[in-house]
């Protein structure tokens, strides 16, 4: 599949590399088909981009929750991801979104809305965590900034 996007220009996505997101993600049910993006040109990979194919103008930056929350480990009930099973350990990734204001020190993520990607059937979902000590906006400019300074020394 070709696109174009916003972000990333002209771009061919396989077919194996397709993510459905069978109920769409939160504010977009009609959006259901994305592919996981990084911009090879940045240093780090640990921002992602989730492109969708069905809007190839909206794609929203994700990351590993685990590299700004060491701890992140909310307990999911299997209903809720009941469209995206079967899931084996080994096939789980789990994403949240990273909201990027003008002034870059306020920038969050979203603990309480992860995706959730079974790699191994291409199918993923976006939940709601049920626990205060998920917020829907965690800052994480100062962990970055600390991650960034100590890999440096």
């Given at each position: 599949m070709k696109l174009i996007t916003r972000i990333?220009?002209?771009i061919e996505i396989e077919d194996s590399k397709i993510i459905e997101f069978p109920k769409g993600i939160i504010g977009f049910p009609d959006m259901t088909k994305f592919a996981l993006m990084h911009d090879k040109d940045k240093d780090t990979n640990n921002i992602r981009w989730l492109q969708s194919l069905d809007d190839p103008v909206f794609a929203m930056p994700v990351m590993d929750p685990l590299y700004v929350k060491p701890g992140f480990n909310p307990v999911v009930q299997e209903e809720s991801i009941k469209e995206i099973l079967?899931?084996?350990?080994e096939d789980l990734l789990i994403l949240v979104t990273v909201t990027v204001p003008q002034d870059i020190t306020k920038m969050t993520v979203n603990l309480k809305g992860p995706?959730?990607?079974?790699?191994g059937n291409c199918k993923a979902c976006q939940?709601?965590?049920d626990d205060d000590d998920y917020p829907?906006?965690?800052p994480i400019y100062d962990y970055l900034q600390q991650q960034k300074e100590a890999a440096q020394k």
């Open positions: 990333f220009g002209e079967p899931l084996e350990d995706i959730i990607i079974n790699s939940i709601i965590i829907v906006k965690y």
